[in-house]
């Protein structure tokens, strides 16, 4: 796939979170087209705080807490926006997410290429004088919700950036 790298502005946002630890992420993102525990989550959530709803339109993002996008063993957040906080639990937690500039390439096409996305990210980021400013993120525009084909799955690989300065040290 050709990509292509665009900055974007990402507005101060509350979400709720929960955090998951993913063997393998292309076994995560099938059993999501299977059952979607994730959509239960959001359910969930909106049951017990119904003060608060999702963001209209909505965004939700994997997060990569470790700073990296990877494949296997890794740490996730799953992130969704909403309209206001609600009361934490042991399961989910609310936070406020700062405005952020990110580099946004979109793939498209299945979850488990989405190293691809990623790969060309961190280089363009080195050949355009930028560097990483915060965790990755992936945010599933198209899916298995509405997409029969994996061809036509669109998600946006997102990382946080800044541009390097002469006294910003390469990362």
Same mark, same amino acid.
């Given at each position: 796939m050709?990509?292509q790298?665009? %900055?974007?502005? %990402? &507005?101060e946002?509350? +979400?709720?979170?929960?955090? =998951?630890?993913?063997?393998?992420?292309?076994?995560?993102?099938?059993?999501?087209?299977?059952? *979607?525990?994730?959509?239960?989550?959001?359910?969930r959530?909106?049951l017990? *705080? &119904?003060?608060i709803?999702?963001?209209?339109?909505e965004?939700?993002? %994997?997060?990569? &807490?470790d700073?990296e =996008?990877?494949?296997? !063993?890794? $740490? %996730?957040?799953?992130?969704?926006?909403?309209?206001? @906080? #609600?009361? !934490?639990? /042991?399961e =989910?937690g609310? $936070?406020i997410?700062?405005?952020?500039?990110?580099? *946004?390439?979109?793939?498209?096409?299945?979850y488990?290429?989405? /190293?691809e996305?990623y790969d060309? @990210?961190?280089?363009?980021?080195?050949?355009?004088? =930028?560097?990483?400013?915060?965790?990755? $993120?992936?945010?599933?525009?198209d #899916?298995?919700w509405?997409?029969?084909?994996?061809?036509d799955y669109?998600?946006?690989?997102q +990382? &946080?950036?800044e541009?390097?300065? @002469?006294?910003?040290?390469a990362?």
């Amino acid at each position: 796939m050709e990509y292509q790298a665009q %900055i974007r502005e %990402i &507005p101060e946002h509350t +979400i709720y979170f929960k955090e =998951y630890f993913v063997s393998d992420m292309a076994e995560f993102f099938q059993g999501l087209a299977k059952q *979607n525990f994730l959509q239960d989550l959001s359910d969930r959530v909106l049951l017990e *705080n &119904p003060a608060i709803g999702l963001t209209d339109p909505e965004y939700n993002v %994997i997060l990569y &807490p470790d700073g990296e =996008y990877k494949e296997t !063993d890794v $740490r %996730i957040e799953f992130c969704d926006a909403v309209t206001g @906080a #609600g009361e !934490d639990t /042991s399961e =989910y937690g609310f $936070r406020i997410v700062p405005r952020m500039t990110v580099l *946004n390439v979109a793939h498209r096409g299945p979850y488990h290429r989405l /190293s691809e996305a990623y790969d060309f @990210a961190v280089l363009w980021m080195k050949e355009n004088g =930028y560097r990483k400013a915060g965790c990755p $993120r992936s945010s599933a525009v198209d #899916g298995f919700w509405n997409k029969k084909e994996e061809e036509d799955y669109l998600t946006e690989m997102q +990382i &946080p950036v800044e541009k390097k300065s @002469a006294e910003t040290p390469a990362w």
